[in-house]
């Protein structure tokens, strides 16, 4: 593995060649008309969601814990990563306040809070992740610096659509 230098220094990523498996995601086929072409990701911060385009009429919806008050951005951005496994360095913000966090969690293992896969995005500490066991109950919730967390199955699915260069769009 290598590290990967990112906008950020803070969150540090690890490739890796294999790509995570589609395992019993809690994906939803969803009537969607928004306007968007195929293959974007439309977040919806108020309904706490992730939709996968699929074409003018459905997508594959996925539930998300998206940025906690303060923390939160709307418009749009792309894919800029797409990493299995991540290692996780806290950004300075959640080091601060939580100072006894781990300086480094290995990627794979389970107290990793960016789960089994990450897309980073164009943006500056910002990620589409996984998560941790622990974390897991906090999708549906504004739970996040900024990020979008999802279930480790949900992001494994995503993972397999998309590629560097998606086109993601944050809605309010």
């Given amino acids: 593995m290598r590290s990967l230098p990112l906008a950020f220094a803070a969150l540090a990523l690890f490739a890796s060649a294999a790509a ?9 086929l ?13 977040i919806s911060m108020s309904q706490r969601k992730l939709y996968y385009v699929l074409d003018d009429a459905r997508a594959i919806q996925y539930p998300v814990a998206v940025a906690k008050p303060g923390k939160e951005w709307l418009g749009a951005a ?39 896969a990450a897309l980073t995005l164009d943006r500056s500490e910002i990620a589409i992740h996984g998560t941790s066991a ?28 998309v590629s560097v260069g998606t086109p993601v769009i944050m809605t309010p």
């Fill in 134 to 161: 622990k974390m897991r109950g906090s999708i549906g919730s504004r739970a996040s610096y900024g990020c979008i967390r999802m279930l480790n199955e949900d992001v494994s699915d995503l993972y397999g659509r």
């Fill in 78 to 116: 792309h894919i800029q990563g797409k990493y299995y496994h991540p290692d996780w360095t806290p950004p300075a913000v959640v080091k601060q306040d939580h100072p006894n966090l781990p300086n480094f969690i290995r990627g794979g293992s389970p107290s990793n809070p960016m789960g089994v």
């Fill in 30 to 42: 969803v009537n969607f008309r928004a306007g968007y072409g195929p293959g974007t990701v439309v």
């Fill in 20 to 28: 995570p498996s589609v395992a019993e995601a809690s994906t939803n």
